[in-house]
């Protein structure tokens, strides 16, 4: 079993940032690890993702060249660093992590573990 905890949340005007972080513990190997977000009413949202390594990262459209996912595997913790923060990325955000399961990345199916999100509220 894996656990995952997200903090760094919380309420910012559009355009400033927002680091939010990822602890790992227990059975801490994942292959890959990612974020997710869902607004109310909505599904959940793909919007990033990040190898074992570091060395493979993917986003969703609407994130690229504003987020940024990193992972210190020395601290069984991955980041997502929100930069040019809008209004429409309010959101719960998850961390997920995927040790086992197959699919693709951009599905929430894909994944084997999550953690309990954190708000993100961006105002205008």
């Known amino acids: 079993q894996v656990q995952l905890v997200e903090s760094g949340g919380g309420s910012v005007q559009a355009g400033g940032s927002l680091r939010l972080s990822c602890a790992a513990s227990g059975r801490t190997f994942s292959s890959y690890m990612g974020w997710f977000r869902q607004a109310p009413g909505k599904e959940r949202q793909f919007v990033a993702v990040i190898s074992w390594s570091g060395g493979s990262t993917s986003y969703a459209d609407s994130v690229k060249g504003r987020f940024t996912i990193s992972r210190d595997n020395a601290k069984n913790t991955v980041y997502l660093q929100m930069n040019s923060l809008k209004p429409e990325d309010t959101a719960v955000y998850y961390c997920?992590?995927?040790?086992?399961?197959?699919?693709?990345?951009?599905?929430?199916?894909?994944?084997?573990?999550w953690g309990q999100g954190t708000q993100v509220t961006v105002s205008s």
């Open positions: 997920t992590a995927r040790s086992y399961s197959s699919g693709s990345y951009s599905s929430p199916t894909s994944y084997d573990y």
